[in-house]
């Protein structure tokens, strides 16, 4: 036992020594240089886990180097139309990547991952439903157990939005994104704005994540508020989970999207806009505050339940005009298509086909393309609601889900799943506005920015997905 414990002390010690030595020797490499080194690496095992593992019916390995090409040519698009290229951070780039990809590896190939995630989609799941007991008890056994879409989502956001405000109200929530907050910022070396933010999107939406750091508004850098409005667009909020269930979308991978979009949605916004100033919040977590406002936890579940009436009603008016202006849309589309002889042409089938390369590099079967293409045309010009009630709509015969391959409709439920939308638009710039009105103009400038590589950070959480399937 002696013999052993100094051979091997007396093995370690020049093994520490050579360890020391090389890093030392790495550390004296210029920046760029190890930049280029880590990202060969990332590279090398993104292509070593994806291509060593097995084949199965529908997932060749043909079909993750689709993806895989498609994740490449998308990153090099941004890069070349970055604001300023010779400033982007690539440390976040490369640790959010390469964040984002082991969580893929473990929730599609790791039992106990896949068992985490089915595990919090069935815990989220079963909190909204308690909601069902309010609804009945107001309304009656026959239309609180409908499953009218209203009746199931409504009451389940007043539900949530009450709860997280009494989490708030007693600390849980300022802990949990604390911590988050402090996760992201040491990884990603993100300021302590942009990581309370991007923590929060997931739980509180892209509206009310701001709220946590509404008094640093006002000095936030502009790459700090692209990264902030990123995290929004590239995620939904806990609050309307339940609206995607009941129209039939695996919670599970609903939830597993949101958490592996936030980590890419700042790694792309630092190369969509990278930071060129000196953050006030560089370097150190951003506490967030605690409701100042409320007397006591009944006065906190009270402004919970308002606002989640408010956001029910703001969801509800969105869709009634949008749906009407979309069928709107393809009654002119189909009335003009006569003319030219292209039967049923609609805005979608348009749409469809201005995405059709970008969904094809995303891994989408070939057969799908076009299918997939459609629904995130309709989800950009529309939302996401829409278009998930469009995947698995059977109103009008078989849904679009049932004729897609168990690949390409993996890919489309994540690929949908962010508030990156033309209406998300308008609900950031009013919601950051409100908040800061001296820096309306930069919040409009940055907007489009934004929903654009929030909505591309969603899609490339679906691309690696297919590609570890």
Known sequence: MLFAFTGTAFVSRPTSFAFKKAMHQVLRLPQSARYIASVIIL?????????????SSGNKRINRMQSFLGIIFILAL????SKNRSQIQWRTVIVGFLLQFCLGCVVVKTKW???FFTWLATIASSLLEFARYGTKFLFGDDVGGSAIFAVSVFPAIIFFSAFIQMTTYLGGAQWLLRNLGWLFLKMLNTSGVESIVAAASPFFGQ??????VKDYLEHMTKSEIHACMTAGFATISGSTLQGYIVLGVNAANIITACIMSIPCSLALSKIRYPETEVPLTRGKIVEPPRCTSEVNIIHAISSGAALGMNLSLLIAANLI???????????????FGQFIAINNLTLELILGYILYPYTWLLGVSNKDVLLVSQLLGLKFVANEFVAYQRL??????????SQLTDRSRVIAEFALCGFGNLGGIAQQIGAF???APSRK??????????CITGSIATTITAAIISMVM
């Open 43 to 55: 590279l090398a095992i993104v292509l070593a886990v994806s291509l060593g593992l097995p084949e």
């Open 78 to 81: 941004l890069v070349l139309t």
């Open 113 to 115: 991952g896949t068992d």
């Open 207 to 212: 509206s009310e994540n701001v709220l946590l």
């Open 321 to 335: 005009a949008i749906i009407a202006l979309v069928n709107l849309a393809d009654f002119f589309f189909t009335w």
């Open 392 to 401: 698995t709509d059977e109103s009008k015969g078989p849904s679009i889900s």
């Open 433 to 435: 506005g409100a908040l």
């Open 441 to 450: 103009a930069d919040f409009s400038q940055l907007a489009l920015s934004a």
